[in-house]
């Protein structure tokens, strides 16, 4: 379970990859410190969805974690999720933004370069995710997604989810970025992969390792 005060250096995402039950979902927030929990459809129908979240939404507030539904914007406010993330390019990101953005979270991704990160974050998103879901299939993160995230913290306010690798120890060179947050999937929900000893195991490691932000 979390503690009633976040730690003052880079937290984690987790993101649910395609199959697995949402009992080790819950699981995984049993290891500590979460921040949020991000639901990609996976390639399920509206309805198996739905109730996929509905089982873990209350878990993970019980927890303490944000629930941030991906691309389903009916889905998120049915299930009271916490957040949209969007990625489907400027025009819908702004549209979403106007509509949902005083009511819940808003945050986008899907930039490959600085200057996609920068129109992106023109419309003020609540965070800006730097990577690709499902593809964190190598022990590291990948390089692209290190530097943009490490150069998106040094200059721009918005924070930043940075995808993480396979690896557990990989958080480490996420954190050292100076990103606000690293997201873990395969690392935590791989077949064979304990979730909560690798939430657990991610936390020892970002506390010893990461940087502290300022207050």
């Known amino acids: 379970m979390n503690d009633a005060t976040p730690p003052n250096r880079c937290r984690i995402v987790l993101i649910a990859p395609p199959g697995v039950p949402a009992e080790r979902i819950s699981a995984a927030f049993e290891g500590g410190d979460v921040a949020s929990l991000i639901l990609p459809e996976n390639g399920m129908d509206e309805a198996s969805f739905q109730a996929f979240a509905e089982q873990i939404v209350p878990a993970a507030h019980a927890a303490g974690i944000a629930v941030i539904i991906a691309g389903d914007t009916r889905i998120a406010g049915r ?111 791989a077949g064979g992969v304990d979730p909560k000893m690798a939430v657990a195991s991610a936390n020892a490691l970002l506390d010893e390792t990461a940087p502290r932000f300022e207050d």
Not at 134 to 139: A, E, R
Not at 143 to 170: K, T
Request: charged share 25%; with cysteine.
């Open 79 to 189: 299930v009271q999720a916490d957040g949209i993330h969007v990625e489907a390019g400027k025009a819908e990101l702004a549209e979403t933004i106007e509509r949902f953005q005083a009511k819940m979270m808003v945050g986008t991704g899907g930039a490959k370069t600085r200057d996609d990160a920068l129109e992106l974050g023109e419309l003020r998103p609540d965070y800006i995710f730097f990577g690709r879901f499902g593809y964190d299939n190598k022990p590291e993160p990948h390089p692209r997604n290190l530097s943009l995230g490490q150069w998106w913290a040094d200059v721009i306010q918005i924070p930043c989810i940075v995808m993480a690798g396979s690896d557990i120890a990989s958080v480490e060179a996420v954190a050292a970025t100076g990103a606000e947050f690293v997201a873990l999937s395969s690392a935590v929900f």
